[in-house]
Each structure stands twice: as C-alpha cells, then as structure tokens.
C-alpha cells in the first residue's frame, strides 16, 4: 500500500469541492476522472502533464500549471507534484525556473560521441550541417602536461602543450564546454590559426598539419560541474554535467589530442556503439587531466 502523507484520496472532495465534482485549476483543467488509477499517486501528476502537453498543444517554452493546480487537479499533495516533477525534469521533459514556473522543455539532443570527426559532424540531422552551433574560444596557452595527460599523449612530460579551451553554444546559449589539449610538436604555430579555431578544429589539424583522426577512444561519467563550469554554461545550482574525456589518434595510431567535453545532463542523450578492440587511453579515475600554463 502506497501512502501519500498530507495528500488527499484520488477523487476525495476538497474544501473547495464540497460536492465532490471533478476539480479544475483556472478553469482550464482536465478531470481527474480521466486519469489513470495508478499504484503510485506520482504517476498520475505525470500522466496528468503528458496529458495537459497532449490535450492543450503544448510546446518547448510553454508555461504549465501551477504546483498547487497541478495537486489540485491531480487530488494530490504539493509533495507529490514535486515528486512527479522531480522525475519528469530528470528525463528532459521539463524545466523549471525558480520564481518563474515549469515549462516544456526542448527535447534531449542525441549525440554520438563514439562517432569521429568533429562535434559539428556528430550534432548534423539527415545531412544537413548543424548550422545552430557557433564556437566562442575562450582561451588558447601552451603548458606543461601532467604525467597523466602526457601518458596519454605519449610525449615526454616536460613537452610543451597547447590548450584550447571553447563554448559551443547551440541557439544563442551555452551547451558544451570543451578543452582540448594537442602537442606543441605536432602543431606548430596554432596561436597563429586562432581565428579559424571557431569551426571544427579536426578540420584544421588535418589541413594543416596531417593529423586526421581517424580512431577515438572515450570515457563518460556524471557528476556535479565545479563553479567556474556551472558559470560558463549558465547552470542552476545542483544541475549535473556528463563528461566526457578522449583521446583521437590518426590511421597509424598517433595521438594527437586529448580533450574533455562537458554536456549539460538535461539537454543531451548519447548513442553509443563499437568494440573495445584497442586501450590508448588510460581510465580517467583520479587522474590528472590539467596543463599548468605560465601565470
């Protein structure tokens, strides 16, 4: 048996619905007679958003109802909505704004990190190139790796590095932070190509220096973004990002960049596939994935 302390019966009359009548909020509502007897009292505030989404032809941006016309319409307590709300943003299908509402949220983008090539290449639909996303480059320094990064690398740990550091926005806001770190030895003079760094940077190595990359290995993980991430990609507090860090090496198995990507947890779904036939890039765990560059 499920109980729901503080809510009332599905159907039970509430101090404003003496006669027990179908209750509505605004006057836009839909019965509560409509909605499944679940076994769960949260699952009928979800199946009542789904359905106002249906019903009402809502779209990404909309405003849905109150917590409290939700409860109302539902014959639930607020704790429950928050629960049914909890889940429905937890799979992308909405977003709230403190002060301001819950909204229909823009469905989950799918990516394929595992796909090679350019972020460019994996965020294009049937083809089309992914004409929404625009590259702001945050900073570009050469460093020294940490023995981690220069593992990877295969490079000795005193060799020199470029940094690359961009935002790729999609639509005007923030969506992907990205560093990318590249060996000064096989990328001369990449300061001075820092005005076509804007575009996909694998389409730069490979016309100008011959790195293609052609093999990537990747790891992904979930976790919370550290202060300066969360700015950057104007998240509210205790939003998650998923990580991912890779490695790209070229046909003969060179590497040449190492790079980390970090996708708001809400807005992006990944497909993934292949076979775990070769290891290049070491478990990130505990490892140490920072350049020290001079102050």
């Avoid at 179908?22 to 009292?41: D, E, M, S, V, W």
């Avoid at 929404?132 to 005193?158: F, K, N, W």
């Avoid at 992907?176 to 030895?185: G, K, Q, R």
């Avoid at 040449?256 to 478990?283: K, V």
Wanted: net charge negative; charged share 25%.
């Amino acid at each position: 048996m499920v109980l729901d302390l503080g809510g009332s019966p599905p159907g039970a009359p509430g101090p404003d619905d003496p006669g027990g009548r179908p209750r509505r909020a605004a006057g836009q509502g839909l019965p509560a007679g409509r909605l499944p007897r679940t076994a769960l009292l949260y699952e009928r505030v979800v199946a009542l958003v789904e359905q106002l989404i249906a019903d009402r032809g809502l779209v990404p941006g909309d405003l849905l109802p109150s917590y409290a016309e939700l409860a109302d319409q539902a014959g639930v307590s607020l704790i429950t909505v928050r629960r049914a709300l909890d889940q429905l943003e937890r799979a992308g299908r909405v977003r709230r704004h403190q002060g301001l509402g819950t909204f229909v949220a823009k469905p989950r983008i799918v990516t394929e990190p595992t796909r090679t090539g350019s972020l460019l290449a994996t965020l294009a639909k049937d083809g089309e190139p992914a004409t929404h996303l625009h590259t702001r480059v945050l900073g570009l320094d050469q460093g020294e790796p940490s023995a981690d990064l220069a593992q990877a690398l295969r490079i000795e740990t005193g060799s020199p590095v470029w940094r690359l550091r961009r935002l790729r926005l999609l639509d005007g806001q923030p969506a992907v932070l990205e560093t990318s770190v590249i060996p000064v030895a096989l990328a001369p003079e990449l300061d001075a190509l820092v005005s076509r760094l804007t575009g996909s940077r694998y389409d730069l190595l490979a016309a100008e220096y011959d790195l293609v990359d052609a093999y990537e290995e990747q790891y992904l993980e979930v976790l919370g973004p550290t202060g300066e991430e969360a700015r950057l990609l104007e998240l509210r507090a205790r939003t998650q990002v998923v990580r991912i860090r890779g490695l790209s090496a070229d046909s003969a198995g060179l590497p040449f960049d190492c790079f980390e990507q970090l996708y708001p947890a809400h807005q992006f779904a990944f497909a993934f596939a292949g076979s775990a036939t070769r290891q290049l890039l070491p478990a990130p765990g505990n490892r140490d994935w920072g350049v020290r560059c001079p102050a």
